[in-house]
């Protein structure tokens, strides 16, 4: 625990009924900390929960067990979440993977834009919150004349602009992006990223990044975390995690990283990861500085 965390995710479970006999275990006992005005990463192959730890984040999942804190506020279960819904609201902000399903399709640019500013009252007058639509628009990108369009009449990347724009509008602590680039092309993904780049920099924002491109991972991140079958298997810095991973599955997963060289593509040497081999009743051990890995 450190007075830099923001946000901290301690012994956290998340466990989904399927019936009276059976049950998912979709996060199981993880614990990390997202440090102030940096990017943590959390990476993982689909299923291994990391969207889940999102949304717990963002208050849509109690935990069964476990704690989850903001500004060492508790967070993580209802009523505490109630007490300081407007607090949260204002401090944690979410970019969706699918825009198209995240915004409302019968507002326009504009309106969407402005709705958290009026919900947390931050203009007194619609000259005043309309200033402030169109110098985010322009923060993101996007030209005033979207202002008035609906969002299927945008492209995709426009529209993940638009969600940037809505959830950096009242300045949050803390920006969770849940594979904001995934469904989007390559050229357009380098711009959303550059775009994040610019945020943090300029802005001083923090974020949680999920993802499961490696690549982008080491290229935006300070510290990354990995995730499997619910579980954390390691954390480190990302020149740490890339130059010595540890354990098996990171090593699996850091070598399935496509290289842009068709003939080293076709020669290099892919580590299988034996299912069979991990143990789910591990403890994270610091190995080094900043380090730790699931033994």
Not at 4 to 18: E, I, T
Not at 183 to 208: C, G, H, P, W, Y
Not at 273 to 289: H, Q, S
């Amino acid at each position: 625990m450190s007075e830099n965390d923001l946000l901290r995710v301690v012994d956290y479970h998340k466990h989904f009924h399927v019936n009276k006999n059976l049950y998912i275990k979709a996060v199981d006992g993880i614990t990390f900390e997202v440090r102030r005005g940096e990017v943590f990463s959390l990476v993982g192959e689909s299923g291994s929960g990391k969207s889940t730890v999102a949304k717990a984040v963002m208050g849509i999942y109690p935990a069964n067990k476990g704690s989850i804190y903001f500004k060492d506020r508790l967070i993580s279960e209802k009523r505490a979440y109630a007490k300081a819904k407007k607090v949260l609201q204002k401090g944690i902000q979410i970019v969706f993977q699918d825009s198209a399903a995240a915004l409302n399709p019968r507002m326009r640019v504009r309106e969407i834009i402005a709705e958290p500013l009026k919900i947390n009252k931050l203009f007194p007058t619609k000259d005043a919150l309309m200033e402030r639509v169109i110098e985010l628009m322009g923060q993101v990108g996007l030209d005033p004349l979207f202002a008035n369009k609906f969002p299927n009449e945008i492209s995709g990347g426009q529209r993940q602009r638009v969600a940037i724009a809505r959830a950096i509008g009242i300045n949050p602590d803390l920006i969770v992006a849940d594979e904001p680039v995934a469904s989007l092309d390559v050229s357009i993904q380098a711009q959303i990223i550059n775009l994040f780049q610019f945020l943090r920099r300029e802005k001083a924002f923090t974020f949680f990044f999920i993802a499961h491109d490696l690549s982008l991972v080491r290229y935006i991140s300070d510290r990354v975390g990995v995730m499997y079958a619910g579980k954390i298997v390691e954390v480190a810095t990302a020149e740490e995690l890339f130059a010595r991973p540890i354990h098996p599955y990171t090593q699996s997963l850091l070598s399935a990283i496509p290289v842009p060289d068709p003939a080293y593509e076709r020669q290099k040497p892919l580590l299988a990861f034996d299912k069979r081999e991990f143990n789910p009743n591990g403890i994270l051990k610091t190995v080094a500085e900043g380090h730790q890995v699931l033994c």
